[in-house]
């Protein structure tokens, strides 16, 4: 589950039934299925997020069922899984799991978390692992607040301490610290950190209907913009906004910074008008046009006559999609997939080159 994706599962699944367990890839070594951070959720009866799938989720789901089937209160508790030697994963790394159960009282942290990613803060979240039947403690730290306890003061302090240091640098994901005060005490540190991926995809012919039907499943916060409001179809992924929009060019202009924008409208004059609002913005992470290197070249001239320099038209993805080795399918969901797939590359190139991780749904 994305960063900060598994914070209103969790509080639903309390909200529900009183309890849950958050399954966190607290380490991990060599090959793993999935990256330390990654989070799933598991609720009476329903699971949302994957660690991975596999033998590995299948076991932390045994281990996360059985937890809830028990009468213990809160407890937080760790499994290393030798991937190969205990799993028979060809994978051969180790991941390290932390299972962490929790009812109602985790509310006051948890609500404050929810608050953070709604409004795109930062924080941290610090659980002492104990086992399984003890109780245990939560804390949210950001860097000018905090909420719950880890239990004493002297631990809040030293919790707070390190995760301040980890929010003021690049750190992302979940780590396993090793108490300095107390060794039988490990603190699981789970920093979290905003990364939207926006994308504006517009046009809703055959190739942008495939295309939202490719981001459904990707976490992405996608607007889906055309002005042809009775082709749009009824029902579209959870995770995708119809705006049926007069002038599409505005929505350009409304976009926000490092957003995403794929233009594949029904009209040749329209994505020009849309290729120059979004060459007005120098900050958007993608500009995508779907075309062919002759409608590329007709563009650019077009452009360039308009008074476009050189090294903004070069920020034009035309012919679309595989990074610049376009597919030669014709089928809308070939090209949406190639689409999507260099989405997917340009962010996470993006995210590296700023410190930051990306954990995939």
Same mark, same amino acid.
């Given at each position: *589950?994305?960063? *900060?994706?598994?914070?209103?599962?969790?509080? +639903?699944?309390?909200?529900?039934?009183?309890?849950?367990?958050?399954?966190?890839?607290?380490?991990?070594?060599?090959?793993?299925?999935?990256?330390?951070?990654?989070? *799933?959720?598991?609720?009476?009866?329903?699971?949302?997020?994957?660690?991975?799938?596999?033998?590995?989720?299948?076991?932390?789901?045994?281990?996360?069922?059985?937890?809830?089937?028990?009468?213990?209160?809160?407890?937080?508790?760790?499994?290393?899984?030798?991937?190969?030697?205990?799993?028979?994963?060809?994978?051969?790394?180790?991941?390290?799991?932390?299972?962490?159960?929790?009812?109602?009282?985790?509310?006051?942290?948890?609500?404050?978390?929810?608050?953070?990613?709604?409004?795109?803060?930062?924080?941290?979240?610090?659980?002492?692992?104990?086992?399984?039947?003890?109780?245990?403690?939560?804390?949210?730290?950001?860097?000018?607040?905090?909420?719950?306890?880890?239990?004493?003061?002297?631990?809040?302090?030293?919790?707070?301490?390190?995760?301040?240091?980890?929010?003021?640098?690049? +750190?992302?994901?979940?780590?396993?610290?090793?108490?300095?005060?107390?060794?039988?005490?490990?603190?699981?540190?789970?920093?979290?950190?905003?990364?939207?991926?926006?994308?504006?995809?517009?046009?809703?012919? @055959?190739?942008?209907?495939?295309?939202?039907?490719?981001?459904?499943?990707?976490?992405?916060?996608?607007?889906?913009?055309?002005?042809?409001?009775?082709?749009?179809?009824?029902?579209?992924?959870?995770?995708?906004?119809?705006?049926?929009?007069?002038?599409?060019?505005?929505?350009?202009?409304?976009?926000?910074?490092?957003?995403?924008?794929?233009?594949?409208? @029904?009209? @040749?004059?329209?994505?020009?008008?849309?290729?120059?609002?979004?060459?007005?913005?120098?900050?958007?992470?993608?500009?995508?046009?779907?075309?062919?290197?002759?409608?590329?070249?007709?563009?650019?001239?077009?452009?360039?006559?308009?008074? @476009?320099?050189?090294?903004?038209?070069?920020?034009?993805?035309?012919?679309?999609?595989?990074?610049?080795?376009?597919?030669?399918?014709?089928?809308?969901?070939?090209?949406?997939?190639?689409?999507?797939?260099?989405?997917?590359?340009?962010?996470?190139?993006?995210?590296?080159?700023?410190?930051?991780?990306?954990?995939?749904?």
């Amino acid at each position: *589950m994305t960063s *900060m994706a598994w914070l209103e599962p969790l509080a +639903a699944a309390i909200a529900l039934d009183g309890e849950a367990v958050l399954v966190v890839v607290a380490a991990t070594q060599g090959s793993a299925p999935r990256e330390p951070g990654t989070a *799933m959720v598991i609720a009476n009866a329903a699971v949302h997020g994957t660690i991975g799938g596999g033998h590995l989720e299948f076991e932390a789901l045994r281990i996360g069922r059985d937890a809830l089937a028990t009468t213990s209160t809160q407890g937080a508790w760790i499994v290393r899984f030798p991937l190969a030697a205990r799993l028979g994963q060809c994978c051969g790394g180790v991941a390290t799991l932390a299972f962490v159960k929790l009812d109602r009282r985790a509310r006051p942290w948890l609500d404050g978390a929810l608050s953070c990613a709604r409004t795109g803060a930062a924080f941290a979240v610090v659980t002492a692992i104990a086992n399984a039947t003890q109780e245990h403690g939560a804390l949210l730290v950001t860097p000018d607040d905090t909420r719950g306890t880890l239990g004493t003061p002297a631990t809040d302090s030293a919790a707070i301490a390190l995760a301040r240091t980890r929010l003021a640098g690049t +750190a992302q994901g979940a780590a396993l610290v090793r108490f300095a005060e107390d060794d039988a005490t490990t603190l699981l540190v789970q920093v979290e950190r905003p990364d939207p991926f926006d994308v504006l995809v517009f046009g809703n012919g @055959h190739v942008g209907r495939a295309l939202v039907e490719v981001l459904g499943v990707v976490p992405a916060r996608v607007r889906w913009i055309d002005s042809r409001a009775a082709d749009f179809p009824r029902a579209v992924p959870r995770n995708v906004e119809v705006i049926v929009a007069d002038e599409p060019d505005d929505e350009l202009g409304r976009a926000p910074a490092g957003a995403y924008a794929v233009i594949a409208t @029904h009209s @040749h004059a329209l994505d020009l008008t849309l290729i120059e609002a979004a060459l007005a913005r120098n900050d958007l992470r993608y500009v995508g046009l779907i075309g062919s290197r002759s409608k590329r070249t007709q563009f650019e001239r077009r452009l360039a006559a308009r008074g @476009h320099a050189a090294e903004a038209l070069a920020r034009i993805h035309c012919p679309i999609g595989a990074q610049g080795a376009p597919i030669k399918g014709k089928h809308p969901g070939s090209i949406a997939i190639a689409i999507a797939a260099e989405l997917i590359i340009v962010r996470e190139a993006a995210t590296r080159s700023s410190g930051l991780r990306v954990a995939a749904q």
